[in-house]
Each structure stands twice: as C-alpha cells, then as structure tokens.
C-alpha cells in the first residue's frame, strides 16, 4: 500500500480564499482524522471519522472549517474563508480495529504545508 | 479528561550518548500508551506502543519504554543514538477499553538534536 496520501504538499494563498485539503487514507482502514500542527500550539486533532461519519468535531476551530468524507477513499477538509493565522501543517491519518496488531496504530501522511499571506 | 505531559522540550545529545525522553500521562481510566517519531518535512510514524502485558516495550530503531503505572510515566530511552536519530518525537496516550474511536491525545513533543 502507498500509505496515507495527502495532497497538494503545499499550498499558498491569499486571506479570503478557499482552501481545499484532501486526503486517501489507507484501503481498508475506517478510521480517519485530520490534525493541525503549529509551533504555538503544537498536533491538535481537528475531526475524525469512523466508516465515513464524523465522530467528533470537538477540535474545529470555527465554523470556516469543514470536514468531508463521501466515501471510504476520499476525505476533504476546507476553510473558507482562510485566514493568515490558519497557517499551519495539516497532517491526515488513518487506522484500523479490524487488525488485532494495529489496533489503535495511526498511520500519518507527509501533511500539507498551508501558508496563508 | 487526559493528558500527556512531556517535560523537556528540547534534548541535544552527542552521538552514540543514551538518551531518554520524559512523558508523564493523567487519566482516570486505564490507558494505551504510545511513541511517535516525526523526522523534519515528514508525518509521524510509530516508535512503540504499550497495550499490555510487560511494561518495558521494545520498538523500532534500538529505542524501549517502560510503563510505571504508580509514576504514571512511559519514558523512551535509546542506549546509543545516531545523527539520523535527530527528530521530534511524541508520547501519546488512548484510554481504555474503548480507546475512544482510536483517538489519541498527544504530548507537546521534543526535539532531539544529535550532534557528532
């Protein structure tokens, strides 16, 4: 497997844009959650889903930020509109409970690096 | 709530020196622990993990933990590091039984800076 793809590895914008994170996690996995990383505040889980439906979405900063997942491959996550203080490092993960030594293993994909000017 | 407490934020260490990373856990149920490794400009990938059984966990890259439920704590230790051990690394805990949906919470990380 290619392992957790994530897509575009960087991206820079202007305040006001949309922005659109995408991610494929592993096939097979059910488990996916988005994570944010910044110096200041350092990995802070965003949302995750289980079998496609949002578990908790307890750590999305604001109403601008959406989370998607319209099937097993494909997650999005979107701000709109952004914000120079949403720059960041987006980082995707999947996992699995249906591999008994994998069991609460996250696999994480390289992160889109967002600079918004 | 839990969470995960990683005393030092940076740790710079000679090569081939031993090392070891703090982290001290607070939960109110029994917990799953983990270790995360994240080298620069690429995602993190697991270290170790304890779920039961023997408290000292052996992973990946000559690196082991061990599980002092009376200190709450799971340091990481490696006897002798290399320069390709410099990176961030993470200590995160999932309670149990359930582990929440698999969901972790993680440690503030530290930087381990290997110098020759």
């Known amino acids: 497997d290619a392992g957790v793809i994530q897509s575009p590895r960087h991206e820079v914008t202007e305040m006001g844009q949309e922005v659109t994170l995408r991610c494929k996690p592993i096939?097979?996995?059910?488990?996916l959650f988005w994570y944010r990383q910044t110096m200041m505040r350092g990995l802070e889980l965003l949302i995750y889903f289980n079998n496609n439906v949002p578990i908790d979405d307890s750590g999305m900063p604001e109403d601008r930020f959406s989370a998607k997942m319209p099937n097993a491959s494909f997650s999005t996550l979107k701000i709109q509109p952004s914000e120079p203080r949403d720059s960041a490092v987006y980082f995707c993960?999947?996992?699995?409970?249906?591999?008994?030594?994998?069991?609460?293993?996250?696999?994480f994909g390289p992160g889109t690096r967002l600079t918004v000017t | 709530a839990q969470s995960v407490t990683q005393l030092d934020s940076q740790v710079p260490v000679f090569e081939e020196a031993p090392v070891e990373l703090r982290c001290n856990y607070s939960?109110?149920?029994?917990?799953?622990l983990f270790w995360y490794v994240q080298y620069p400009n690429q995602g993190l990938q697991l270290l170790l993990k304890y779920l039961s059984g023997s408290t000292l966990v052996k992973g990946i890259n000559g690196f082991e933990a061990e599980f002092n439920k009376s200190q709450t704590s799971f340091h990481l230790r490696k006897p002798s590091v290399h320069i390709s051990d410099t990176a961030e690394y993470f200590c995160?805990?999932?309670?149990?039984?359930?582990?929440?949906?698999?969901?972790?919470?993680f440690g503030g990380g530290t930087r381990v800076l290997v110098k020759p």
């Open positions: 096939s097979g996995h059910d488990y």
């Open positions: 993960a999947s996992s699995t409970e249906t591999i008994p030594s994998e069991v609460y293993e996250q696999y």
């Open positions: 995160a805990v999932s309670n149990q039984p359930e582990a929440a949906g698999n969901k972790l919470t």
């Open positions: 939960s109110s149920v029994s917990v799953y």
